[in-house]
């Protein structure tokens, strides 16, 4: 979980059945990225949980270190990417189904805090690298067999 | 913390289960290959998501990836990982075609050929643990995927994720006789889940 002002970018590379949630504030230039990996934090088993892996407890992490950067609540907007089935099983173990359970939890928690999602790129079985310009709100994903694709 | 009890003796018993795994992997595919394979010094470490994330360098680092989850006594996630050439190469002398190439060739008879080799070798990796521990150990059908290395591996994180933000990585390299340095080397990486560390420390009587 971090955030980036221009001229910097913010990424995270090799991303699988996580997913990327990328919020940003167009007016302000702040832009702040969370890499989620389970769908909610009551299936942690840890005393102390790292809050940033959660869909429900890294968002709002997420949108907190965006509001003490200097954005707007009411301005803020999503980009998400990621979620993807790196492996097809005929196994029903739930586990083989994280990516899309992560994407659906992503989703919840965004309309829960009224943040539009303003473009996706989610689920297929490929790995993503994904880079965020907080400058132009264009999210770069690269795949291995798609190349380079801007949403 | 979640693996309160893992010290330097703990990890020296989890390199020797990778030794023994790995060894046996090595010795199938010499036999299915005709070739001699070199195995390398195994490691145990208890390391880092990003740490794992990063162990062949960069996450995007495209890779072959065959992919099987362990269940019966002992639970975890198993990964046979190796760069796009050296499978070519591996398939190239299973189907005696000279040119094969997976980044351009997109028969199902070469995706098929890789998918057995990791058969074959996960197979004798687990067979030889199940056996040295004597403890059942299942595997799912092996799956294959070929992406970055990153997006692989962190399948076998996520479970893991639940309880803590470290894991631990029992992993072994095996390549082609002197063909250790030129980077075409495959590894196994076994990332038992938390609860079967202590199945393990048991089965062999260690506290």
């Known amino acids: 979980m971090g955030v980036a002002k221009p001229p910097d970018t913010i990424r995270t590379s090799g991303l699988g059945s996580c997913v990327g949630v990328v919020l940003y504030d167009e007016t302000k230039k702040v832009a702040g990225l969370v890499h989620i990996m389970l769908p909610d934090s ?61 994407v659906e939890a992503v989703k919840r928690v965004l309309k829960e805090l009224g943040i539009p999602i303003i473009a996706e790129d989610t689920g297929g079985s490929s790995g993503r690298t994904i880079e965020f310009n907080p400058a132009t709100g264009k999210l770069m994903i690269r795949t291995v067999n798609q190349g380079v694709n801007e949403i | 913390m979640i693996h309160p009890k893992i010290d330097p003796m703990h990890l020296d018993i989890l390199k020797e289960i990778g030794n023994i795994g790995a ?18 010094v195994p490691k145990a470490e208890m390391i880092t998501f990003n740490e794992t994330m990063n162990l062949l360098g960069v996450p995007d680092e495209v890779v072959v990836g065959i992919y099987l989850r362990l269940e019966g006594d002992l639970e975890g996630n198993m990964f046979y990982v190796l760069p796009i050439e050296q ?76 309880v803590s933000d470290y894991v631990i990585v029992i992993h072994t390299s095996i390549s082609e006789e002197g063909k250790e340095d030129s980077g075409m080397t495959g590894r196994f990486l076994l990332l038992p889940s938390p609860e079967s560390f202590n199945v393990i420390f048991k089965a062999l009587g260690v506290r």
């Open chain 2, 87 to 162: 499978a070519n190469r591996f398939i190239r002398r299973l189907l005696k075609n000279k040119r094969f190439d997976l980044r351009t060739d997109v028969s199902e008879l070469g995706l098929s050929a890789m998918q057995e080799i990791g058969n074959i070798l996960s197979g004798a990796y687990l067979s030889a643990l199940s056996d040295f521990l004597q403890l059942k150990v299942c595997s799912t059908v092996p799956g294959l995927a070929i992406d970055m290395f990153g997006a692989i591996i962190s399948l076998g994180l996520i479970e893991i994720s639940r």
């Open chain 2, 23 to 40: 060894a046996h992997a090595a010795t199938s595919l010499s036999l299915l290959l005709d070739k001699r394979i070199e195995m390398h």
């Open chain 1, 42 to 102: 009551s299936l942690s088993r840890s005393e102390t949980p790292n809050i940033a892996k959660f869909a429900d407890t890294g968002i709002k992490g997420l949108e907190e270190m965006l509001l003490k950067e200097g954005a707007q609540k009411c301005r803020l907007k999503a980009k998400i990417a990621g979620g993807a089935q790196m492996f097809q099983f005929s196994s029903s173990k739930e586990i083989m189904r994280i990516g899309q359970r992560n």
